[in-house]
């Protein structure tokens, strides 16, 4: 059993059984990390808060051998969490890769949380950071250079024209 403590962005929670939740966390040090949170959801839980998505947080987590992670201790600074950060949020978790730590990004996803600031800017430098130049990027569809939209589970650049031929859900597509 291995202790690690870090800086890292609550990017998810979701629920696991009755009181904990999986933390989906991009980390300092470690990348993109899954870990278990237990008990969380009970109401006298101390972590909870600390563990919200858009959390810029230091933590403690506890690495077992083989089974996972899992978030000991957790102590947090107040961000103002708005639906463009959760979405650009939910951008990042679809985006990053599991266990591949990049400075850079954390830099980025540091200074945006201190900012509160996400726009179509935001959006192509982190897909510039990933590895996607999306200045030199032209549409899957017809080969224009005129990039507007990306979508991260298909790793798709569309121009404007060619967006309103498909059906995307709205967390599915990113105006760039």
């Given at each position: 059993m291995v202790e690690h403590y870090t800086k890292a962005v609550v990017l998810a929670r979701d629920p696991r059984g009755e009181l904990d939740a999986a933390i989906t966390l991009y980390t300092k040090?470690?990348?993109?990390?899954?870990?278990?949170?237990?008990?969380?959801?009970?109401?006298?839980?101390?972590?909870?808060?600390?563990?919200?998505?858009?959390s810029l947080t230091k933590i403690r987590i506890v690495e077992r051998n083989g089974a996972g992670h899992q978030v000991v201790d957790a102590l947090s600074t107040r961000v103002e969490v708005?639906?463009?950060?959760?979405?650009?949020?939910?951008?990042?978790?679809?985006?990053a890769?599991?266990?591949?730590?990049?400075?850079?990004?954390?830099?980025?996803?540091?200074a945006i949380l201190e900012?509160?600031?996400?726009?179509?800017?935001?959006?192509?430098?982190?897909?510039?950071?990933?590895?996607?130049?999306?200045?030199?990027?032209?549409?899957?569809?017809?080969?224009?250079?005129?990039?507007?939209?990306f979508a991260p589970r298909d790793i798709m650049f569309l121009c404007d024209s060619c967006f309103k031929g498909f059906s995307f859900k709205t967390n599915e597509i990113f105006s760039i």
């Open positions: 040090d470690f990348g993109k990390v899954i870990a278990k949170a237990k008990s969380i959801r009970r109401f006298t839980s101390k972590l909870s808060g600390h563990l919200t998505p858009g708005t639906e463009d950060l959760l979405r650009f949020l939910s951008f990042i978790n679809q985006l890769p599991v266990n591949m730590p990049d400075l850079q990004l954390w830099h980025e996803l540091e900012n509160s600031l996400v726009d179509k800017v935001t959006y192509r430098r982190i897909i510039g950071v990933l590895g996607y130049d999306a200045d030199e990027a032209t549409c899957n569809n017809c080969n224009s250079k005129k990039i507007a939209y």
